[in-house]
């Protein structure tokens, strides 16, 4: 399954005027019968919404109100907030200046009108706190608070990824929990930002849309919109003419072949990486001992070999897969064959189980496949399954896995042309169905090249460069992407009339926040060149303030100036 998670707004998108219909109940409770979760993510404050929901809670699996600052588990009654209360001292500013408001555990709402006001009281008293307005609404949030870091923290306690997860929403402040999902989808009458940027926009409006996208696509678990989500696709290298070569996210079973020391290994680790760069969850079985390096990224524990740590027990494995941001390297390599192919049995089985309920782990890597699933007998590849997730199987020929294993496969990628045609003939012919089979013509591939041959849904191949792995870079900008900048070297969108206050305290929230702002703010900071200069003076990154200077210089529209500069902020961090 692809969707274990169903994420939606409230006003606008399965409430008209306060109120659920019935159909719409119906359909959410479909989606729970299913075996999927149902978030709740709204602006409202937890009592207003169960006064105009009577059934909130016997309705949604958790509930994030407060546009994020307050999380609500109704099974278990568990109330956590997540940002601080409202300051006396902002209180009795916003009353000086007859400002009209409510107050949550961390919220104060208000009208879109008294934007100017509010923005005055709090620049007043000094307090941190930002501008989220939500159609006609407007919410002072705490700073770093949105609906997107209250899903996230929803997430984190049911177990769950955001990879496996579609929203919907209708309004401005939906941006930073639509941004979060695998698949982000919008009512037909959204905002105009909101649709631009929505990987579906559903026909009908409102609550009707809603339904009808629960309907139509997650009962089917997306499998008419999955191929559509390229955004998520992870890029191996790309062609001479600076074309990316990339694998889906989703539903990949991939076969690497070639010869010993030809850089099978390292489009592996490659591939790896740029899994663990999505931040998907991966278990890589690895009999010989050839991946403990990936330690070194975030997230990534080795158990086995030679290491302190060694390999889980069943009962531990099944607890530590749950954990959606922690990926698994297994090192086999102080085992001996027959002990390779029963543990790794033993982890396969756990897989198939965790998978099953949760859709962890994203992507499973089979280094050695032929070792721990051998043509002469495999009890292993009972486990080996398709479906939504990840795989990969490393081998030197693929004749030499198990049989029912082969026909799997869905792409061929080699280091070595021979290989490459070898195992796509290999594939074809274990498969039941016959199909054109794809080649890569001319000259054998150079040391760093490698070619990829997609089997379906159309066959074909190309020849292309590998991307240089990213380990040892990665791990010297990981303070910029995700850690804390200080007030005084955050990017503050702010605006032409400075009626906003949205702190950007890393690169993975300035990303969040540029994809929410509307285009006068974008076009403002962009002519001051404020993005380039805050770049190179507080990430320190000098090649990258050049590039995106370049764009600030540029005449172009304020939609794909943005798309550009994002486009290189993501290239470089991965964020």
């Known amino acids: 399954m692809n969707i274990h998670v169903f994420a939606t707004d409230y006003d606008g998108t399965i409430a008209e005027g306060n109120q659920v219909a019935e159909v719409t109940a119906r359909a959410l409770a479909r989606v729970r019968a299913s075996g999927r979760k149902v978030l709740l993510v709204t602006g409202r404050m937890l009592p207003d919404l169960q006064s105009v929901c009577p059934d909130v809670e016997r309705m949604f699996d958790a509930i994030v109100a407060e546009n994020g600052a307050l999380v609500y588990f109704p099974e278990r009654r568990e109330v956590r907030t997540l940002g601080d209360p409202p300051e006396p001292a902002l209180v009795e500013a916003l009353q000086r200046r007859g400002v009209p408001f409510g107050l949550g555990s961390a919220i104060v709402a208000t009208d879109a009108p008294f934007a100017e006001a509010a923005l005055a009281a709090i620049q007043e008293t000094g307090v941190e706190r930002s501008l989220v307005f939500n159609k006609g609404a407007l919410m002072l949030l705490p700073g770093g608070v949105t609906k997107g870091t209250g899903v996230t923290a929803a997430l984190a306690a049911l177990e769950l990824s955001p990879h496996n997860m579609v929203g919907i929403g209708d309004a401005e402040n939906d941006h930073a929990f639509l941004s979060i999902c695998e698949c982000a989808v919008a009512v037909a009458d959204a905002v105009p930002a909101l649709r631009e940027r929505a990987d579906y926009v559903t026909r009908a409006m409102a609550a009707q849309g809603t339904v009808e996208f629960i309907e139509e696509h997650l009962l089917d678990d997306l499998v008419q919109i999955i191929p559509r989500l390229t955004r998520h696709h992870l890029v191996l290298g790309e062609r001479a003419d600076g074309t990316p070569v990339a694998v889906p996210a989703h539903g990949t079973r991939l076969l690497i072949l070639g010869p010993s020391a030809s850089g099978k290994s390292t489009l592996t680790g490659v591939l ?25 990224l975030e997230g990534v524990v080795v158990f086995g070999g030679k290491g302190e740590q060694g390999l889980p027990a069943p009962e531990e494995l099944d607890q530590l897969l749950r954990h959606a941001r922690t990926s698994l390297v297994l090192d086999l390599s102080a ?110 591939l150079e040391r760093g090249e490698a070619a990829l041959a997609w089997l379906e849904p159309e066959p074909r191949a190309a020849r292309f460069r590998v991307t240089r792995r990213r380990l040892h870079h990665r791990r010297h900008l990981r303070k910029y992407t995700e850690g804390e900048l200080p007030t005084e070297r955050s990017f503050f969108f702010r605006g032409p009339a400075g009626a906003l206050n949205l702190r950007a305290a890393n690169l993975a929230r300035f990303v969040e926040l540029a994809e929410g702002v509307d285009e006068p703010t974008w076009a403002y ?9 805050w770049i190179r003076e507080m990430i320190k990154d000098p090649e990258l303030a050049d590039e995106v200077g ?3 210089a540029a005449t172009m529209p304020p939609s794909e100036s943005r798309r550009q500069v994002l486009e290189r902020v993501r290239a470089k961090y991965a964020v």
Do not use: C
Not at 525 to 533: D, I, Q, T
């Open 335 to 444: 085992m001996t064959l027959a002990e390779k192919v029963a543990y790794a049995t033993t982890v396969l089985a756990v897989v198939a189980t965790v998978r099953s309920s949760i859709g962890l782990p994203h992507w499973l890597i089979l280094d050695e496949a032929h070792h721990v699933l051998p043509a002469q007998g495999a009890p292993g590849a009972d486990f080996v399954r398709p479906g939504a997730e990840g795989l990969a199987l490393i081998t030197l020929d693929a004749t030499a896995m198990a049989p029912s294993v082969r026909p799997l496969v869905n792409v061929v990628a080699s280091t070595e042309l021979a290989a490459l045609h070898a195992g796509v003939r290999s594939v074809q012919a274990a498969r039941t169905t016959r199909a054109d089979t794809p080649a890569v013509e001319g000259p054998e």
């Open 525 to 533: 900071h962009l002519a001051s060149r404020e993005y380039s200069g």
């Open 550 to 552: 370049a764009i600030e």
């Open 272 to 296: 790896a990486e740029r899994v663990l760069e999505s931040h998907r969850s991966l278990l890589l079985i690895d009999p010989e001992g050839d991946y403990r390096t990936l330690a070194d």
